[in-house]
């Protein structure tokens, strides 16, 4: 059974940085093919993809987000690491980490996804 | 801007059929951009219903369904029920080798 689950600050400081960890079981990032991603969704609004990290440590990140943005995993920890610079009140959301599989023979994005850590930034 | 388009809400009556869309602001979508779709409700993490423009996931109705029609990515669900209505989401892989999600369609069934 794979679950995953976010976990971090609840709040953050405008110019601070966030870091937040997914923690996860039922699978490992070890594993050909297998991908963690990094989704946030602010109140109301899209789903927006951040990161995505695979199992053979390619990175992925948001092109309008990229430089502020870092993933890191620890496999023999179950974790997937995401660091985001310089938060700003727009960055107020939840943010959700998820699982996926990119074979290739075909890709099966975010399959389970993590409750959701809602973040909140401001003074 | 938003990349990937949908429609920001739809309805539909209940047992009817309706039909969203996923598409691009400048191009054409096909299966080689591997649409996905979510279903979301609040305070909940999406769900996926599709992947890979029309693989249903384990456990969810035949009534829903995806395809391509014309140049967009298309979610049919057929014998629409209460228990439908929520936000629905595609997302499309990027030539960037990036995953990016559309603005999500809140449908109503009334």
């Known amino acids: 059974q794979i679950t995953l689950k976010e976990s971090g600050p609840t709040l953050v400081k405008p110019t601070q940085t966030l870091t937040l960890t997914c923690t996860f079981s039922?699978?490992?990032?070890?594993?050909?093919?297998?991908?963690v991603g990094w989704i946030r969704q602010s109140p109301g609004k899209a789903l927006e993809c951040l990161a995505l990290?695979?199992?053979?440590?390619?990175?992925r990140y948001s092109p309008s987000l990229r430089s502020r943005l870092t993933i890191t995993k620890d496999t023999s920890k179950h974790q997937v690491v995401l660091t985001m610079t310089n938060m700003d009140p727009v960055d107020t959301a939840t943010y959700f980490c998820?699982?996926?599989?990119?074979?290739?023979?075909?890709?099966?994005?975010?399959?389970?996804w993590g409750q959701g850590a809602l973040v909140t930034v401001s003074s | 801007q938003t990349v990937v388009t949908q429609e920001p809400s739809l309805s539909v009556s209940p047992g009817g059929t309706v039909t969203l869309t996923c598409g691009l602001r400048?191009?054409?979508?096909?299966?080689?951009?591997?649409p996905s779709w979510y279903q979301q409700t609040p305070g909940q993490a999406p769900r996926r219903l599709i992947y890979?423009?029309?693989t249903r996931s384990s456990g969810v109705p035949d009534r829903f369904s995806g395809s391509i029609l014309g140049n967009k990515a298309a979610l049919t669900i057929t014998g629409a029920q209460a228990d439908d209505e929520s936000v629905y989401h595609c997302?499309?892989?990027?030539?960037?080798?990036?995953?990016?999600f559309g603005g999500g369609t809140k449908l109503t069934v009334l």
């Open positions: 997302v499309l892989y990027m030539d960037r080798g990036f995953w990016e």
């Open positions: 990290i695979y199992w053979n440590d390619d990175k």
């Open positions: 039922g699978f490992s990032l070890s594993t050909s093919g297998v991908g």
């Open positions: 890979s423009t029309n």
């Open positions: 400048s191009g054409s979508v096909s299966t080689f951009y591997y």
């Open positions: 998820a699982h996926g599989l990119f074979l290739a023979s075909g890709f099966e994005p975010f399959d389970y």
